[in-house]
């Protein structure tokens, strides 16, 4: 995260170029009916759908490397063009980790007949032999109850189990799953299986990324599915050993080279001064990425499609960035922070959309105070579309997380997410899942608060400076995979 | 079917020695406080629930000529020896099917990359060579479309698509899956595709059997998840030809030796006339058979193990039947049908448990007239277990389909099915999806109907004789994988 703390001295005189908030003022009536040039595509073109369509049904799984993630670069710069916006590829270098077979079995016992478990390699894992790796099982609830079990988690498979039932829990368990394996890995584990983060099963792994920090050689880890963590935690509950046996053929290749897409939409009045939209190209290399996030992709495809329709053009400048490598790697996002490092002063405002296609709930900020003051006018047009409420003080993204340094207000759009961890980073993240009427909604809510953003007559409060970046062992913080 | 017609004159004979009704009556108070020491037991010991983690954690998949149903008929008589409750097995011969390797993939084209589809090979499937087979595919939502298509057909991949959404849509779309691929093959496809019939998919497969009559060769037979069945309609519904590779391993082994488990609990007057308790003790190889069909196993064998401690004992014999080979080949409910064919007048109601371990939702009969109000004035106990009310004037079970033919009177305890075909024949089906609360208000309603069947002073009047036979090239009729 170093490369993203700009020298103090620098910072002060870039500051001074950063532009200011002015008071609070209503929309125009012109500005109003702009509100309507974009709502009213958006919800009645299915533009955004189509696009959804292409990127998953026909382009397909698309995680950083693959030649899913390549073609996908391509299709947003034709698609741009399309649009008449004007599009460009900036360099990422990202990881290419693949996977490869991967099974695991139930060794039998007097209690019970052995039988396949359902297992999906975490992305970072590493691989075991090729007859696999065989171990007892010991089962954990948490990071910490990893560290109090010392010398018996060596030669063992340690099981990261859980109780996420709702959308809110993801947050509370992640860390089992991008962390715990590097810390099993420490502590002489020869490899861990980690409860698949759901919040809906039909014996469906969840894949997603974990970290292994230098020094530490990646151990096999797999997701497990809710049904397998269950049945081995009944087993373990019933005393006696439990073995398991796990096969994953994964691979870490050499890095290749991919790119950022970026678009913009040039500002009328103050084209120097920057919204940015954010959405991530890369997905997990199962299901197509509908909800995670092509959803988030064609909305702000879209958004920058009406915008550029409008004449005058808004005042400041919008520029949508589809970032490759948010899942496993963050690559884009930091090329993006070190690529535009003297820009960031000028980002006015930034959101990433990375929550799926549900429909939008209202508006959220992350910004100095007095923002939502600021705000808070511009929201009527959306109240239609369910989304004019201002909600909570928090918006980002990991792709994001780069630009806190620079303290660039975030703003978002709050989706449902009732259903988004039920098929999250699964085979089951497919166009089905995604309500052509939900994204419709959420896409004029994006195109709008863009609008806004651009058009306002004065800027956010830019936000207090984030805290120092956690302690190094603990690496960079990301809320992966949303 | 034939099997089971038995000669008229035979028929006549046995019909004389039939027992017949008597007028309603109430029970006694000495017959109430029987339902006390039912009802109570069923809700509070867990012992339904206790043995439903011992034949699906413990033993596993049960598919019939498997190891799991040999451990299952082992299980059985153990298990009714501990409850002292005297078994025993009866011979049944079953094919036996095993699923081999299993892909899919749609092969790329202009306007769509390459990717794996999931499928599941269905019992009774034909294999493709090692290399697979690969076709264009062609979309039909019924057997009659299919009938139109003619030569458009032949050396093609037949997707059976259909509109699944609740429970009751079970019965209108099982012979696309049943029969759809037999009549593919006459027609010159060369492997079959059909959409899984399911209420719910996170990406989940559903097996079950297909059937290929005497003279057509099976082709290769697959289930297809809910997403790729609507993938591929989307993608042809964009017209150009799609195609896709299918490989499947699986092959049919010569047929096994297997067992019915059989046991009984003597009636005290009447030990010659019979209440037959019915549940199937195989499984899909998938999963563990936990809602299919462990939960109607573990619930008949509750009754009978509560039902055995009653003293004075039940009026007539309880029996409890644990077929073998419901899923794919009803052999066990012929063979018991064949082996005890002169009992059949003297079976007075039969039950079989199959549709989960959902909730009761009330009692069901199908018999003469005059059978409910018969039975109506013994159901109180059940309005604690919200299994009080009398529903349809139906009942069954594809095991009870061989006793049609002698006019054995059926009776049943409706279940909550909301989410049985959610995880129905998928490796989703699991102790974790059955609710212990439903499983022992469902075992309360069971043991309680059984002693009411076997008590109250008469007997259900007979149903009418059973509409003749189908059509031949229909083969049996079967309401499979209930
Ligand atoms: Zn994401
Ligand atoms: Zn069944």
Same mark, same amino acid.
């Given at each position: ?114 039988? %396949? ?61 991008? &962390? ?46 809710? !049904? ?26 050499? !890095? ?43 909305? $702000? ?46 980002? $006015? ?16 900020? &992350? ?26 003080? !928090? ?61 306002? %007559? ?25």
């Amino acid at each position: 995260m170093s490369t993203f703390l700009l020298p103090s001295t620098l910072m002060a005189s870039l500051l001074a170029a950063t532009p200011q908030p002015s008071p609070a003022s209503a929309p125009t009536a012109a500005q109003l009916q702009v509100a309507e040039r974009l709502v009213g595509p958006a919800l009645s073109e299915g533009h955004a759908w189509t696009r959804l369509a292409e990127i998953t049904d026909g382009i397909g799984p698309r995680l950083s490397g693959s030649e899913g993630a390549e073609a996908a670069v391509q299709w947003a710069l034709r698609s741009f063009k399309a649009d008449g916006v004007k599009a460009w590829t900036e360099p990422v270098k990202v990881p290419r980790w693949v996977r490869g077979e991967e099974r695991a079995e139930l060794l039998s016992s007097e209690r019970f007949r052995g039988r %396949p478990l359902t297992v999906m390699a975490l992305g970072g894992s590493g691989a075991t032999p090729v007859e696999g790796v065989t171990g007892e099982v010991v089962e954990v609830f948490s990071l910490e109850e990893l560290a109090t079990l010392g010398e018996r988690v060596k030669g063992r498979i340690v099981l990261f189990n859980h109780t996420m039932e709702k959308p809110e829990d993801y947050g509370r368990f992640a860390s089992l799953r991008s &962390r715990g394996p590097a810390l099993a890995a420490k502590a002489g584990a020869v490899a861990t299986l980690v409860r698949s983060l759901a919040t809906a099963s039909l014996n469906t792994p969840h894949t997603g990324a974990t970290r292994f920090e230098d020094g530490i050689a990646p151990i096999p880890a797999a997701s497990v599915t809710v !049904e397998d963590a269950e049945l081995l935690h009944r087993l373990l509950a019933g005393g006696g050993p439990v073995r398991v046996k796990l096969v994953l053929g994964c691979k870490e290749l050499p !890095e290749a080279d991919s790119f950022n897409v970026v678009a913009e939409v040039k500002g009328r009045e103050k084209p120097e001064e920057i919204i940015l939209l954010g959405a991530h190209l890369d997905s997990w290399d199962v299901g197509t990425g509908a909800h995670d996030d092509g959803a988030g992709v064609v909305m $702000v495809m879209e958004a920058a499609r009406l915008l550029a329709k409008q004449k005058p053009a808004p005042r400041r400048t919008v520029r949508v960035v589809l970032f490759m490598n948010e899942e496993n790697g963050l690559r884009g996002a930091k090329a993006y922070a070190e690529a535009h490092a003297a820009e960031l002063p000028r980002h $006015v405002a930034a959101l990433e959309m990375d929550a799926g296609g549900g429909k939008p709930l209202g508006v959220s900020l &992350r910004a100095g105070e007095g923002a939502a003051e600021l705000v808070r006018p511009w929201l009527s047009p959306l109240v239609g579309v369910g989304s004019g409420n201002l909600l909570a003080q !928090e918006a980002g993204g990991a792709d994001l997380t780069p630009l806190l340094p620079a303290r660039v207000p975030f703003f978002g759009v709050r989706q449902d997410g009732t259903h988004y961890f039920d098929v999250h980073h699964t085979h089951a993240d497919t166009l089905d899942k995604v309500e052509p009427e939900a994204l419709a909604k959420s896409t004029a809510a994006v195109a709008w608060m863009a609008y806004v953003m651009a058009e306002m %007559p004065g800027v956010l409060p830019r936000p207090p400076a984030p805290p120092a970046p956690a302690a190094p062992a603990a690496g960079p913080v990301k809320s992966s995979g949303h």
